[in-house]
Antibody, heavy 116, light 110 residues
Framework: QVQLQESGPGLVKPSETLSLTCTVS????????WSWIRQPAGKGLEWIGR???????NYNPSLKSRVTMSVDTSKNQFSLKLSSVTAADTAVYYC??????????WGQGTLVTVSS | QSALTQPASVSGSPGQSITISCTGT?????????VSWYQQHPGKAPKLMIY???KRPSGVSNRFSGSKSGNTASLTISGLQAEDEADYYC??????????FGTGTKVTVL
């Protein structure tokens, strides 16, 4: 059973860049799409984007100008960068695997707070 | 790309059946049979319950079923149990290689 684990700073200052990494264990990162999804406290899920192991990316149009995703197959990791963050970007960030157009494996989530 | 519309809350007694709707548009739910459903307990990551509209992953109870009519997808939970109390989210492929989630529904077992 594949397992995902998010890692990165829990506190980011406004206007700076949020950086998170998702480490995949128990299986290969290859030949799948991988996604980032976030959830502000008490609110719903928001799709941030996805990356294929070739490096091909697709982003939420509302975040596209600020999002960059990358993948490192040698480390079985993929990453998220979100620039120019504001308090509105405070949320639990999840990484997840896409299989048959469903998110079948999820990380436990990591809370990122944007505050000075 | 607007969030899919779900009722804020649905409730039922143990043993009853409930249905959660997920309304989108002809650009997302209506155009693709790629709706998935997720169960989320407090403080936990979401869990895939239905994919491709009506398919259940291995290990998911057959009390959960999915369907679609036009621009609206539905999740039905039959034989409602206390452990089904959670938040539920739908998600649809929205074209242009993007996805959109629903607003979420809180299911309460009375």
């Amino acid at each position: 059973q594949v397992q995902l684990q998010e890692s990165g700073p829990g506190l980011v200052k406004p206007s700076e860049t949020l950086s998170l990494t998702c480490t995949v264990s128990g299986g290969s990162i290859s030949s799948y799409y991988w996604s980032w999804i976030r959830q502000p406290a008490g609110k719903g899920l928001e799709w941030i984007g996805r990356i294929y192991t070739s490096g091909s990316t697709n982003y939420n149009p509302s975040l596209k100008s600020r999002v960059t995703m990358s993948v490192d197959t040698s480390k079985n990791q993929f990453s998220l960068k979100l620039s120019s963050v504001t308090a509105a970007d405070t949320a639990v960030y999840y990484c997840a695997r896409i299989r048959h157009s469903g998110y079948d494996s999820w990380g436990q989530g990591t809370l990122v707070t944007v505050s000075s | 790309q607007s969030a899919l519309t779900q009722p804020a809350s649905v409730s039922g007694s143990p043993g009853q059946s409930i249905t959660i709707s997920c309304t989108g548009t002809s650009s997302d739910v209506g155009s693709y049979n790629l709706v998935s459903w997720y169960q989320q307990h407090p403080g936990k990551a979401p869990k895939l319950m239905i994919y491709e509209g009506s398919k259940r992953p291995s290990g998911v109870s057959n009390r959960f079923s999915g369907s679609k009519s036009g621009n609206t997808a539905s999740l039905t939970i039959s034989g409602l149990q206390a452990e089904d109390e959670a938040d539920y989210y739908c998600c649809s492929y929205a074209g242009s290689s993007s996805f959109v989630f629903g607003t979420g529904t809180k299911v309460t077992v009375l």
